[in-house]
């Protein structure tokens, strides 16, 4: 029988609430009724996933074998693309009183300082490039918004222990504290993190890398004063052919990451008096030798870059660590959860609604596999400089060192790239007769909506993402033409909306929304020439098409794309 710890985590600044466990003996009550959507997993990809399904109709269970949300901070770096995510579901403003906003590095290479980067951040931009928060505190706040959708049912303490598929059904057999039970569904979503027992019981593999190097991650309390930003220390005297990273938390805390030194186990590198040494020489290599500090978590991981081949198995669906493993540096693994979650949530929930044929679920599995392989492509070569896997490597890695001491220009290798959101430039939806071409700028097929600061302070994604919007850029009333073929979608139950931007204050006729773009920022930065130009936009705010001049057979078309209908 599954017998989930029933004492609180420690930590010296998160007080960890313990659910209830649900029991088996509750389906005698409940009637143990087949569901729609059953997601296993708790953490920050099984709850997106859930919230997602919930804006767009779909109701959904979630089982988690822990009656606890997450062991120490785990993900603490978040970037503009997920805020803009958790924005849709409701979290971000919470995420950013609390969080602490950040767009600048440092690097430092024996002592020296060598690089400073810095991330952009216009006016049109809603968020910070980065936000720091445990991730303790993005679960309970993604918790609660679960709970206030109504649509949400959690049960704490289910530990999946069996699982099989059949052309109509997904059967799970759950463990809980009283004893086993089944459960029946239409579709699974594995959101069970990187020891995925899904993925297990299904026999499935993963392709890709793991790395030798292996890392200590602490979170200590101190009183540095210090502003947010990254600290990369590259070959520091205490931990020489090392790298050493320093993050801020909220509420005093700081995170500082190490690598081991070679042959060294992860128990020995954690016993108590090596991890105070290690820190106090951190610590006063930084100027503050002797002060004071507090352990609230440590822990031992290495860089792994494997993924499985498709997310999408029959009725099963993967998404975060369950699907893939991808190193921190570059703060790649809850972001790209997340990514993976917005994507799968509409995809599913059009399948489940009946607006598209399952076989929209392939074109979810091929973008974000495709997302995983271009992010381990990039993620490697970050870890390959952190982490020489070779003589060569570190020769490589070495000159680039020593010579970024006195050569401005290797400088900028120290910039390993971040989490970013993937364009999905060969998705099968997008339009394979719009006027992308046309275009010499602005977001083309596949790419993230690009946010634009409005006249009246608003930002232009605020607006978006209840369905597919279609951006018309005009003064213009939306011609008839094409509010006949919306109307067409929305009898389908279709959510698509006419998002009207001009630089009128006035509404436009026949747009839902009419948003007030006085100095033509939005027309320059989607680079619109004409009075009848549109995007179409997913619920994933991706553009899958674009016309300078509206045309409305390939609106249509696009569409019908979509929803998998075969062309008349
Ligand atoms: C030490 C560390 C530091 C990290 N730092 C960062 C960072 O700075 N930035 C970043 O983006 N990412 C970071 N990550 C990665 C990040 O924590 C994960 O990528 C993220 O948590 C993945 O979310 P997930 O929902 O896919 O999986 P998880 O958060 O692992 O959630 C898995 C869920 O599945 C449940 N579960 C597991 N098995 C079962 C089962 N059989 N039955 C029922 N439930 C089950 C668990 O209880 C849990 O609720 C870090 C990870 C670690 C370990």
């Known amino acids: ?53 919930a804006r767009h109709g779909v109701r959904s269970l979630i089982l988690t074998s822990e009656c606890q949300f997450t062991q120490g901070s785990r ?80 049960r704490w303490g289910n530990q999946v222990v069996g699982v099989n598929q059949s052309a109509d059904s997904v059967n799970l057999k759950v463990d809980t504290p009283s004893g086993n039970y089944e459960l029946q569904a239409d579709w699974l979503v594995a959101a069970d993190g990187g020891r995925s027992a899904i993925r ?34 590259f070959d520091p005297d205490w931990n020489r052919g090392n790298t050493v990273l320093m993050h801020k938390e909220p509420h ?52 792994r870059t494997l993924t499985l081949p498709s997310y999408s198995l029959g009725r099963v669906q993967f998404v975060g660590d369950a699907a893939h493993l991808l190193p921190i540096f570059g703060v790649r693994g809850a972001n790209t959860a997340f990514q993976d ?37 990039e993620a490697g070569k970050s870890v390959r400089f952190m982490t020489p896997p070779s003589i060569g490597h570190e020769w490589v890695r070495n000159a680039v060192l020593s010579l970024s001491l006195t050569e401005a220009f290797v400088r900028p290798l120290y910039h390993w790239r971040t989490s970013r959101p993937h364009e999905y430039t060969h998705s099968s939806l997008n339009a394979s007769d719009d006027q992308n071409a046309r275009f010499t700028t602005g977001p083309a097929h596949g790419a993230m909506a690009l946010n634009v600061r409005l006249s009246d302070d608003s930002h232009l994604l605020d607006h978006l993402g209840g369905g597919f919007d279609l951006l018309w850029f005009s003064k213009h009333p939306v011609p008839d033409e094409v509010l006949r ?15 009207a931007i001009s630089h009128e ?12 773009d006085y100095h033509g920022r939005a027309r320059t930065i989607y680079g619109v020439d004409s009075d009848s130009a549109a995007y179409l936009l997913r619920p994933d705010q991706h553009v899958c098409g674009r016309w300078q001049d509206l045309h409305v057979p390939s609106l249509a078309k696009v569409l019908r794309q979509i929803a998998q209908e075969p062309n008349p």
């Open 1 to 53: 029988m599954h017998q989930p710890s029933m004492s609180p985590r420690p930590s010296i600044y998160y007080n960890y609430k313990v659910h209830s466990p649900w029991l088996s003996e509750s389906t005698t009550a409940t009637g143990n009724p087949r569901r729609q959507v059953v997601i296993v997993g708790n953490g920050p990809a099984g709850m997106v996933t859930a919230l997602e399904l």
């Open 75 to 154: 993900a603490i770096v978040f970037t503009r693309r997920s805020l803009e995510i958790l924005q849709q579901v409701g979290v971000a403003d919470r995420l950013m009183q609390m969080g602490l906003p950040w767009r600048f590095g440092q690097s430092f290479f024996r002592g020296q300082r060598v690089f400073r980067m810095e991330a952009p951040k216009s006016d049109d931009d809603r968020f910070w490039p980065m936000l720091n928060i445990q991730q303790q505190y993005l679960e309970e706040f993604l918790h609660e918004a679960c709970m206030a959708t109504g649509m949400i049912e959690v």
């Open 200 to 233: 297990s019981l299904m026999g499935l593999g993963m392709e890709g890398t793991s790395y030798q190097g292996q890392y200590v991650i602490a979170d200590i309390r101190v009183d540095l004063p210090f502003p947010t930003e990254r600290l990369a220390f």
């Open 252 to 303: 005093g805390i700081w995170r500082v990451d190490y690598q081991l030194p070679k042959g060294e186990s992860p128990e020995e590198a954690l016993l108590p008096e090596r991890l105070k040494a290690r820190i106090d020489a951190q610590l006063a290599m930084i100027g503050y030798p002797g002060i004071a500090w507090e352990l609230d978590w440590s822990s031992v991981y290495s860089a």
């Open 341 to 377: 979650a917005q994507s799968l949530g509409w995809h599913l929930a059009w399948v489940c609604r009946g607006l598209a044929g399952a076989s929209l679920l392939t074109n979810f599995s091929s973008e974000r596999v495709g997302a995983a392989r271009e992010i381990i492509e």
């Open 485 to 499: 073929e919306l109307a067409m979608w929305r009898e389908k139950n279709w959510p698509i909306q006419v998002v």
């Open 505 to 516: 204050k006035s509404p436009v006729t026949g747009a839902d929304v009419s948003l007030c």
